[in-house]
């Protein structure tokens, strides 16, 4: 969804190499400023931050903002440098957040376009700002001809950045249980970046259905070689893989893990998931349609969006597909996807990242 109306300045910025310093300045800075005590070094890494971010000077920049509540966290005199003269997070509170500016409106339709051309019964989404306003994007549907669902649910994850996973469910697929795994956390800390958000929806048979949506940590703010990624990606797997077992145990043999798991099929970090269970990837049926590409992620080279099956949902699976109209192409690509007449440049895209499905027969 990429945020449907309101989105980070940041991560709309002209380029990637103008929006991910801010971002990974963002993420920086938050952690420091939620320690109990701010060493020498830690002031100082903190002003470093806030000069990145705009913020040395002001309360208010381009692409983020200082709140102070209470308390004070900077001494900015008009003569010498700013200094930190909190002591840690005791004595203050605030936080750095992100600036937001409306989405663009022609993207806006078009994502309505593929939700609608996708028409699917039950759909995940990845990067929506929160229930309200993903209840309202169902209800503009109808500004496209389509027609919205009836059961709209998101819960809050573990990202501030609001870019969390949700779900859309026709009528007749009651939503009858919700678990957030927002709190899971192993040896290292917690799991999830947003969430393993796991759904259970009954089925015209009568039998239970468990979706499991989800965002793997991106590749995009980690260091060269992303190291921490991998890492972060793998232990969101391994936790995945057994929320899946969990489901099986608990008789429940339809499963669907689906969402943007930020790296490819033959990844190291999600074996745990994709290699070491018995998962079926959709686009490993005989009736998939991928289109002119493998992948899911922009020029299509990148396949990083999955629907993976549990045997009895592979079992009933005639087909699936990847819907690319909403993602743009640019003139330059080679044998390109068709796309919306009315997408015309990059900034009206419903995406960077093409719709995948599967027609399962329930």
Request: proline share 4%; glycine share 8%.
């Amino acid at each position: 969804m990429q945020n449907l109306f309101d989105r980070a300045r940041a991560l709309s910025a002209e380029s990637w190499a103008t929006g991910r310093p801010v971002l990974e300045a963002y993420a920086q800075i938050n952690s420091l400023l939620q320690r109990e005590t701010y060493s020498e070094p830690t002031k100082a890494r903190i002003l470093e931050l806030l000069e990145q971010l705009g913020l040395l000077r002001s309360d208010q920049a381009r692409f983020a903002v200082l709140r102070v509540i209470r308390g004070k966290l900077l001494r900015r005199p008009r003569a010498g440098g700013a200094e930190v003269v909190a002591s840690g997070r005791s004595d203050w509170i605030g936080w750095v957040e992100l600036t937001t500016e409306d989405a663009d409106e022609l993207a806006l339709q078009h994502t309505a376009m593929v939700v609608r051309d996708v028409d699917a019964d039950i759909l995940g989404v990845v990067e929506a700002e929160d229930r309200t306003t993903l209840r309202r994007f169902s209800e503009s549907l109808v500004d496209v001809d389509g027609v919205p669902f009836e059961q709209v649910m998101l819960i809050d994850g573990n990202d501030d950045r609001g870019i969390d996973v949700g779900i859309l469910l026709r009528g007749t697929l009651p939503l009858e249980h919700i678990r957030t795994h927002v709190f899971d956390t192993d040896a290292s800390g917690v799991v999830f970046s947003r969430d393993c958000c796991e759904y259970r929806v009954r089925t015209p048979d009568g039998q239970l259905l468990a979706v499991l949506v989800n965002h793997f940590k991106s590749k995009g703010y980690s260091e060269p070689g992303d190291r921490l990624g991998n890492e972060r990606r793998r232990r969101q797997a391994t936790r995945v893989a057994a929320i899946y077992a969990a489901c099986l145990d608990e008789g429940i043999e339809r499963v669907a893990v689906i969402g943007d798991l930020n790296d490819t099929p033959l990844s190291g970090a999600l074996a745990p998931l994709v290699a070491d269970t018995d998962l079926r990837d959709i686009s490993s049926h005989p009736d998939f349609d991928g289109g002119p590409r493998q992948g899911t992620f922009q020029g299509g080279s990148d396949k990083i969006d999955y629907v993976l099956l549990s045997p009895a949902l592979f079992e009933r699976a005639t087909g699936g597909g990847v819907l690319r109209k909403g993602v743009w192409h640019g003139p330059r690509v080679k044998n390109p996807w068709e796309m919306y007449p009315t997408l015309t440049a990059q900034v009206h895209a419903a995406s960077d990242h093409a719709a995948i499905y599967a027609d399962v027969e329930l």
